[in-house]
């Protein structure tokens, strides 16, 4: 178990697409513990093998403590609800910004488990934010790219600023 080193926006890997996981072996389940104990330190409730610079479609997913962290391996929405959801949104690549983004309501996920069993899951509310947020990372879309023009601006000039003031 190991805490990985996280991407940092403007990093041009964070718009690059995933590779699909191919092999469900000892080396995919370390990397899901490492993503989830990575998530936990820094702090995040989803966090994409991509986050860490590892260009392969995998998701870690606890929106509470208390729950079971969720693992989907090559995830991709299946369906989408008309109705639509406001839910501020962050990064853990861009640790202390964040805007009110709108999704669909509702999705239907289709996923492998890390022995490569296919499954759907229907979800609601913040697990299908959390879901098409992690899904368009996967995808090469970072979450502002979702925001428009000003809002973009805006919080990358807030991140910026955050930066700088770091010691």
Known sequence: MALLPIVRFPDPRLRQKAEPVTS??????????????TM???????????HVGILKRLVVIQLEQASEPRIYVNPEVAWASSDTIRHMEGSVSMPGA??????????RVRYADLEGRE????TEGFMAVC????????DGIFWIDRLSRLKRDRVVKRFEKLQRARP
């Open 24 to 37: 469900f072996d000892e080396a995919l389940r370390v990397l899901a513990q490492d993503l989830l104990e």
């Open 40 to 50: 936990h330190a820094a702090p995040g409730v989803g966090i994409t093998a991509p």
């Open 98 to 107: 964040t805007e009110e983004l709108e999704r669909p309501a509702r999705v």
């Open 119 to 122: 499954h759907e899951e229907e």
């Open 131 to 138: 879901l098409q947020h992690e899904i368009d990372q996967l």
